[in-house]
Protein backbone atom coordinates (compact mmCIF):
# COMPACT_ATOMS: atom_id res chain seq x y z
CA UNK A 1 0.00 0.00 0.00
CA UNK A 2 1.07 3.19 -1.12
CA UNK A 3 0.37 6.86 1.24
CA UNK A 4 0.70 10.15 1.15
CA UNK A 5 0.13 13.09 3.16
CA UNK A 6 -2.53 14.86 2.27
CA UNK A 7 -2.12 18.53 3.11
CA UNK A 8 -4.11 21.98 2.54
CA UNK A 9 -7.15 19.60 2.96
CA UNK A 10 -10.41 19.52 5.21
CA UNK A 11 -9.14 17.08 8.50
CA UNK A 12 -10.11 13.75 7.95
CA UNK A 13 -9.70 10.68 10.24
CA UNK A 14 -6.29 10.21 8.57
CA UNK A 15 -3.83 12.30 7.37
CA UNK A 16 -2.79 10.01 4.51
CA UNK A 17 -4.76 8.56 1.97
CA UNK A 18 -4.07 5.32 -0.11
CA UNK A 19 -2.63 6.36 -4.02
CA UNK A 20 -2.26 2.65 -4.90
CA UNK A 21 -1.63 -0.77 -3.90
CA UNK A 22 0.79 -3.18 -4.75
CA UNK A 23 0.65 -5.97 -7.44
CA UNK A 24 3.94 -8.37 -8.70
CA UNK A 25 5.79 -5.52 -6.92
CA UNK A 26 4.72 -2.71 -9.02
CA UNK A 27 2.26 0.00 -7.84
CA UNK A 28 -0.96 0.43 -9.30
CA UNK A 29 -2.82 3.43 -8.58
CA UNK A 30 -6.09 4.20 -7.14
CA UNK A 31 -6.54 7.87 -7.36
CA UNK A 32 -8.50 9.60 -10.12
CA UNK A 33 -8.04 13.03 -9.81
CA UNK A 34 -3.96 11.96 -10.37
CA UNK A 35 -4.84 10.37 -13.65
CA UNK A 36 -5.90 13.97 -14.96
CA UNK A 37 -2.23 15.08 -13.58
CA UNK A 38 -0.59 12.28 -15.49
CA UNK A 39 -2.58 12.91 -18.45
CA UNK A 40 -1.37 16.69 -18.59
CA UNK A 41 1.99 15.73 -17.87
CA UNK A 42 1.68 13.68 -20.76
CA UNK A 43 0.15 16.00 -22.91
CA UNK A 44 2.43 18.96 -22.18
CA UNK A 45 5.63 16.27 -23.25
CA UNK A 46 3.90 15.22 -26.56
CA UNK A 47 3.59 11.56 -25.24
CA UNK A 48 0.34 11.28 -26.26
CA UNK A 49 0.14 9.40 -29.11
CA UNK A 50 -2.37 11.18 -31.88
CA UNK A 51 -2.07 14.48 -29.95
CA UNK A 52 1.33 15.42 -30.39
CA UNK A 53 1.28 19.18 -30.19
CA UNK A 54 -2.14 19.48 -29.04
CA UNK A 55 -1.98 22.01 -25.47
CA UNK A 56 -3.90 22.19 -22.48
CA UNK A 57 -6.25 25.37 -22.77
CA UNK A 58 -8.78 24.62 -20.14
CA UNK A 59 -9.32 21.85 -17.69
CA UNK A 60 -12.82 20.81 -16.16
CA UNK A 61 -14.59 22.21 -18.97
CA UNK A 62 -18.35 22.96 -19.51
CA UNK A 63 -20.38 21.89 -22.75
CA UNK A 64 -24.39 22.32 -22.21
CA UNK A 65 -24.68 20.06 -19.04
CA UNK A 66 -22.04 17.87 -19.55
CA UNK A 67 -18.40 18.39 -18.12
CA UNK A 68 -15.21 16.86 -19.72
CA UNK A 69 -11.78 16.87 -18.19
CA UNK A 70 -9.39 19.15 -20.74
CA UNK A 71 -10.01 21.15 -24.00
CA UNK A 72 -6.86 21.45 -26.19
CA UNK A 73 -6.01 23.24 -29.09
CA UNK A 74 -3.81 21.36 -31.66
CA UNK A 75 -3.46 23.82 -34.35
CA UNK A 76 -6.77 25.30 -35.47
CA UNK A 77 -8.31 22.04 -34.26
CA UNK A 78 -10.49 22.14 -30.95
CA UNK A 79 -9.99 18.45 -29.10
CA UNK A 80 -12.43 17.79 -25.97
CA UNK A 81 -10.83 15.18 -24.34
CA UNK A 82 -12.35 12.64 -21.18
CA UNK A 83 -9.50 10.58 -19.27
CA UNK A 84 -10.21 7.45 -17.99
CA UNK A 85 -8.75 5.66 -15.58
CA UNK A 86 -7.44 1.59 -15.66
CA UNK A 87 -6.70 -0.63 -13.44
CA UNK A 88 -8.34 -4.17 -14.23
CA UNK A 89 -5.55 -6.14 -16.18
CA UNK A 90 -5.02 -9.55 -16.75
CA UNK A 91 -1.61 -10.40 -17.76
CA UNK A 92 -1.42 -8.77 -21.16
CA UNK A 93 -5.04 -7.12 -21.26
CA UNK A 94 -6.49 -3.99 -19.50
CA UNK A 95 -10.30 -3.62 -19.34
CA UNK A 96 -12.80 -0.62 -18.64
CA UNK A 97 -14.65 -0.15 -17.17
CA UNK A 98 -14.29 -2.29 -13.55
CA UNK A 99 -17.60 -1.45 -12.69
CA UNK A 100 -21.23 -0.71 -14.35
CA UNK A 101 -20.78 3.35 -15.39
CA UNK A 102 -23.71 4.82 -17.11
CA UNK A 103 -21.66 7.88 -16.72
CA UNK A 104 -18.98 6.45 -18.54
CA UNK A 105 -21.20 5.57 -21.55
CA UNK A 106 -23.02 9.12 -21.60
CA UNK A 107 -19.64 10.75 -21.84
CA UNK A 108 -18.77 8.85 -24.62
CA UNK A 109 -21.96 9.66 -26.49
CA UNK A 110 -21.72 12.95 -25.48
CA UNK A 111 -18.08 13.20 -27.22
CA UNK A 112 -19.80 12.22 -30.03
CA UNK A 113 -22.08 14.63 -30.14
CA UNK A 114 -19.47 17.35 -30.01
CA UNK A 115 -17.25 16.51 -33.38
CA UNK A 116 -18.07 19.11 -36.24
CA UNK A 117 -15.49 19.86 -39.20
CA UNK A 118 -12.73 21.55 -36.30
CA UNK A 119 -13.80 19.95 -33.47
CA UNK A 120 -12.34 16.79 -32.52
CA UNK A 121 -12.81 14.02 -29.68
CA UNK A 122 -10.92 12.05 -27.87
CA UNK A 123 -10.76 9.46 -24.54
CA UNK A 124 -7.58 8.75 -23.22
CA UNK A 125 -7.09 5.83 -20.83
CA UNK A 126 -4.81 5.45 -18.74
CA UNK A 127 -4.05 2.08 -18.12
CA UNK A 128 -1.53 1.75 -14.67
CA UNK A 129 0.29 -1.08 -15.71
CA UNK A 130 3.28 -1.52 -17.57
CA UNK A 131 2.75 -4.99 -18.72
CA UNK A 132 -0.40 -4.68 -20.96
CA UNK A 133 -0.93 -4.78 -24.67
CA UNK A 134 -4.08 -4.75 -25.31
CA UNK A 135 -7.22 -2.63 -24.59
CA UNK A 136 -10.88 -4.38 -24.14
CA UNK A 137 -14.03 -2.39 -23.00
CA UNK A 138 -15.08 -5.03 -20.65
CA UNK A 139 -18.03 -5.94 -22.10
CA UNK A 140 -18.57 -8.95 -19.35
CA UNK A 141 -19.62 -6.24 -16.74
CA UNK A 142 -21.03 -3.16 -19.33
CA UNK A 143 -22.16 -4.58 -22.32
CA UNK A 144 -24.35 -0.94 -23.30
CA UNK A 145 -20.48 0.92 -22.54
CA UNK A 146 -18.81 -1.63 -24.66
CA UNK A 147 -21.76 -1.25 -27.49
CA UNK A 148 -20.74 2.86 -26.83
CA UNK A 149 -17.24 2.29 -27.31
CA UNK A 150 -17.85 0.30 -30.60
CA UNK A 151 -20.92 2.82 -31.62
CA UNK A 152 -18.42 5.98 -31.80
CA UNK A 153 -15.05 4.50 -32.82
CA UNK A 154 -15.23 6.26 -36.30
CA UNK A 155 -15.82 9.76 -34.38
CA UNK A 156 -13.98 9.60 -31.13
CA UNK A 157 -10.66 9.25 -31.10
CA UNK A 158 -9.88 6.35 -28.74
CA UNK A 159 -6.38 5.72 -26.88
CA UNK A 160 -5.65 3.26 -24.77
CA UNK A 161 -2.33 4.32 -22.79
CA UNK A 162 -0.18 1.97 -20.35
CA UNK A 163 2.49 3.88 -17.77
CA UNK A 164 4.76 2.13 -15.83
CA UNK A 165 5.24 3.41 -12.14
CA UNK A 166 8.52 3.16 -9.91
CA UNK A 167 7.83 2.08 -6.21
CA UNK A 168 8.20 6.20 -5.72
CA UNK A 169 5.30 6.98 -7.68
CA UNK A 170 7.21 8.55 -10.11
CA UNK A 171 6.65 7.69 -14.15
CA UNK A 172 9.38 5.75 -15.78
CA UNK A 173 9.87 6.23 -19.56
CA UNK A 174 7.66 6.51 -22.08
CA UNK A 175 3.71 5.53 -21.86
CA UNK A 176 2.91 2.46 -24.68
CA UNK A 177 -0.04 2.36 -26.61
CA UNK A 178 -1.78 -0.12 -26.61
CA UNK A 179 -3.77 -2.28 -29.16
CA UNK A 180 -7.52 -2.91 -29.55
CA UNK A 181 -8.38 -5.94 -31.74
CA UNK A 182 -12.04 -4.30 -32.48
CA UNK A 183 -13.26 -7.91 -34.98
CA UNK A 184 -12.54 -9.48 -31.61
CA UNK A 185 -14.41 -7.77 -29.43
CA UNK A 186 -17.64 -7.19 -31.82
CA UNK A 187 -17.72 -11.18 -32.42
CA UNK A 188 -16.84 -11.43 -28.15
CA UNK A 189 -19.05 -9.50 -26.72
CA UNK A 190 -22.50 -10.72 -27.49
CA UNK A 191 -25.30 -11.60 -25.44
CA UNK A 192 -23.97 -14.94 -24.73
CA UNK A 193 -21.53 -17.00 -23.42
CA UNK A 194 -21.13 -18.47 -19.52
CA UNK A 195 -22.23 -17.61 -16.39
CA UNK A 196 -21.19 -18.07 -12.75
CA UNK A 197 -24.31 -18.10 -10.31
CA UNK A 198 -23.20 -17.40 -7.06
CA UNK A 199 -26.51 -18.79 -4.51
CA UNK A 200 -26.40 -18.71 -1.07
CA UNK A 201 -28.33 -21.18 1.43
CA UNK A 202 -28.80 -20.39 5.11
CA UNK A 203 -29.60 -23.26 6.00
CA UNK A 204 -28.99 -27.36 5.38
CA UNK A 205 -31.53 -28.79 2.53
CA UNK A 206 -32.33 -31.87 1.45
CA UNK A 207 -33.77 -31.83 -2.01
CA UNK A 208 -34.96 -33.72 -4.76
CA UNK A 209 -32.81 -33.49 -8.00
CA UNK A 210 -34.49 -34.56 -11.11
CA UNK A 211 -33.19 -38.16 -11.98
CA UNK A 212 -30.54 -37.68 -9.38
CA UNK A 213 -32.95 -38.24 -6.60
CA UNK A 214 -32.70 -36.63 -3.02
CA UNK A 215 -29.65 -35.04 -1.93
CA UNK A 216 -28.25 -32.92 0.61
CA UNK A 217 -27.33 -29.49 0.57
CA UNK A 218 -25.24 -28.54 3.23
CA UNK A 219 -25.47 -24.82 4.17
CA UNK A 220 -23.17 -22.42 2.50
CA UNK A 221 -22.69 -20.56 -1.13
CA UNK A 222 -22.88 -22.20 -3.89
CA UNK A 223 -21.38 -21.51 -7.55
CA UNK A 224 -22.76 -22.95 -10.72
CA UNK A 225 -21.74 -22.65 -13.87
CA UNK A 226 -24.08 -22.66 -16.67
CA UNK A 227 -24.25 -21.20 -20.23
CA UNK A 228 -26.73 -19.36 -22.79
CA UNK A 229 -25.51 -19.07 -26.24
CA UNK A 230 -28.55 -17.55 -27.21
CA UNK A 231 -29.84 -14.27 -24.63
CA UNK A 232 -27.37 -13.94 -21.57
CA UNK A 233 -28.68 -11.65 -19.65
CA UNK A 234 -32.13 -13.01 -20.08
CA UNK A 235 -31.36 -16.25 -18.27
CA UNK A 236 -28.92 -14.92 -16.17
CA UNK A 237 -32.63 -12.61 -15.15
CA UNK A 238 -34.48 -16.10 -15.55
CA UNK A 239 -32.22 -17.12 -12.14
CA UNK A 240 -32.81 -13.64 -10.33
CA UNK A 241 -36.44 -14.94 -10.53
CA UNK A 242 -37.84 -17.13 -7.81
CA UNK A 243 -41.50 -18.40 -9.57
CA UNK A 244 -41.10 -19.73 -12.52
CA UNK A 245 -41.86 -23.19 -13.94
CA UNK A 246 -38.55 -25.49 -13.19
CA UNK A 247 -36.96 -26.52 -15.85
CA UNK A 248 -32.92 -27.31 -14.84
CA UNK A 249 -31.37 -28.53 -12.04
CA UNK A 250 -30.46 -25.40 -10.88
CA UNK A 251 -34.08 -24.18 -10.25
CA UNK A 252 -34.59 -26.92 -7.49
CA UNK A 253 -31.61 -25.03 -5.31
CA UNK A 254 -32.43 -21.59 -6.65
CA UNK A 255 -36.29 -22.23 -5.16
CA UNK A 256 -34.77 -22.30 -1.91
CA UNK A 257 -31.76 -20.17 -2.07
CA UNK A 258 -30.98 -16.44 -2.04
CA UNK A 259 -29.78 -14.97 -5.14
CA UNK A 260 -26.75 -13.49 -4.39
CA UNK A 261 -24.60 -12.36 -7.28
CA UNK A 262 -23.54 -13.77 -11.34
CA UNK A 263 -20.85 -13.48 -13.17
CA UNK A 264 -20.88 -13.22 -17.23
CA UNK A 265 -18.05 -14.70 -18.74
CA UNK A 266 -19.22 -13.40 -22.65
CA UNK A 267 -17.74 -15.50 -24.94
CA UNK A 268 -18.33 -17.54 -28.42
CA UNK A 269 -17.17 -20.29 -27.44
CA UNK A 270 -18.53 -23.20 -24.77
CA UNK A 271 -16.31 -22.58 -21.68
CA UNK A 272 -18.51 -23.52 -19.28
CA UNK A 273 -16.68 -27.64 -18.68
CA UNK A 274 -13.34 -25.97 -18.86
CA UNK A 275 -14.54 -23.25 -16.14
CA UNK A 276 -15.90 -26.11 -14.39
CA UNK A 277 -12.70 -27.86 -14.20
CA UNK A 278 -10.97 -24.98 -13.07
CA UNK A 279 -13.36 -24.10 -10.08
CA UNK A 280 -12.96 -27.94 -9.13
CA UNK A 281 -9.86 -26.88 -8.13
CA UNK A 282 -11.05 -24.50 -5.48
CA UNK A 283 -14.56 -25.65 -4.38
CA UNK A 284 -14.77 -26.57 -1.00
CA UNK A 285 -17.30 -29.80 -1.56
CA UNK A 286 -19.35 -30.67 -4.68
CA UNK A 287 -22.67 -32.13 -6.01
CA UNK A 288 -21.88 -35.22 -8.10
CA UNK A 289 -23.62 -35.01 -11.53
CA UNK A 290 -25.75 -31.54 -10.53
CA UNK A 291 -25.89 -29.62 -14.32
CA UNK A 292 -23.27 -31.92 -16.18
CA UNK A 293 -25.91 -34.95 -17.49
CA UNK A 294 -25.22 -33.23 -21.01
CA UNK A 295 -21.13 -33.38 -20.60
CA UNK A 296 -18.39 -35.46 -18.73
CA UNK A 297 -17.75 -33.11 -15.72
CA UNK A 298 -18.29 -34.54 -12.80
CA UNK A 299 -20.24 -31.77 -11.67
CA UNK A 300 -21.31 -27.98 -12.58
CA UNK A 301 -22.29 -26.77 -9.11
CA UNK A 302 -19.21 -26.07 -6.39
CA UNK A 303 -19.90 -25.39 -2.46
CA UNK A 304 -18.03 -22.89 -0.48
CA UNK A 305 -18.66 -21.86 3.17
CA UNK A 306 -17.81 -18.26 2.73
CA UNK A 307 -18.68 -15.65 -0.07
CA UNK A 308 -16.83 -17.01 -3.56
CA UNK A 309 -16.80 -13.61 -4.75
CA UNK A 310 -14.31 -12.28 -1.92
CA UNK A 311 -11.81 -14.56 -2.39
CA UNK A 312 -8.49 -14.13 -4.99
CA UNK A 313 -8.75 -17.99 -6.55
CA UNK A 314 -12.28 -16.95 -7.66
CA UNK A 315 -11.48 -13.69 -9.12
CA UNK A 316 -8.04 -15.72 -10.60
CA UNK A 317 -10.66 -17.66 -12.72
CA UNK A 318 -12.79 -15.14 -13.84
CA UNK A 319 -10.23 -13.32 -15.03
CA UNK A 320 -8.53 -16.03 -16.63
CA UNK A 321 -11.83 -16.78 -18.55
CA UNK A 322 -12.47 -12.99 -18.82
CA UNK A 323 -9.20 -11.64 -19.92
CA UNK A 324 -6.55 -13.79 -20.52
CA UNK A 325 -8.34 -15.84 -22.86
CA UNK A 326 -7.37 -13.52 -25.69
CA UNK A 327 -3.93 -14.42 -25.79
CA UNK A 328 -5.04 -17.64 -26.47
CA UNK A 329 -7.77 -16.94 -28.79
CA UNK A 330 -5.40 -14.32 -31.03
CA UNK A 331 -2.42 -16.92 -30.66
CA UNK A 332 -4.46 -19.94 -32.09
CA UNK A 333 -6.32 -17.75 -34.64
CA UNK A 334 -3.69 -15.02 -35.97
CA UNK A 335 -5.82 -12.36 -34.51
CA UNK A 336 -3.04 -10.27 -33.48
CA UNK A 337 -2.79 -8.64 -37.45
CA UNK A 338 -6.42 -7.01 -36.80
CA UNK A 339 -5.10 -6.01 -33.43
CA UNK A 340 -2.18 -3.85 -34.85
CA UNK A 341 -4.27 -0.86 -35.13
CA UNK A 342 -4.01 1.39 -31.93
CA UNK A 343 -7.55 2.66 -32.93
CA UNK A 344 -9.36 3.88 -36.09
ZN1 LIG B 1 -19.37 -29.84 -18.21
Known amino acids: MYLVEERGVKPRKTRYTAVAVEREGLPVMLHTHRTNHVAH ?9 GLEGARVKSSEVRVGRSRFDFLLEQGRKKIFLEVKSCTLFGNQVAMFPDAVTERGA ?23 WPHARIFLPDYHTDPAF ?13 IPLSVHWRSDLTLD ?20 GMYLLVLSLRRRR ?5 RLGRINFPRGFYVYVGSAMNGLEKRI ?8 RPH ?9 SEFHSAFPIRSSDRLECEIAR ?20 GTHLFGFIDDPSHRADFHRILQRFRMDRYDTVASISGTHSDADRISK
Open 173 to 192: GDPRPLRIPWSYIERESRDR
Open 278 to 297: ALSQIGEWKIPDFGSTDCLC
Open 41 to 49: YLLDRGKVP
Open 248 to 256: WHIDALRAV
Open 106 to 128: RHLQELASLVTEGTHAAVLFIVH
Open 237 to 244: ERHRRVRK
Open 206 to 210: CLSIG
Open 146 to 158: SETLLNVRDKVQI
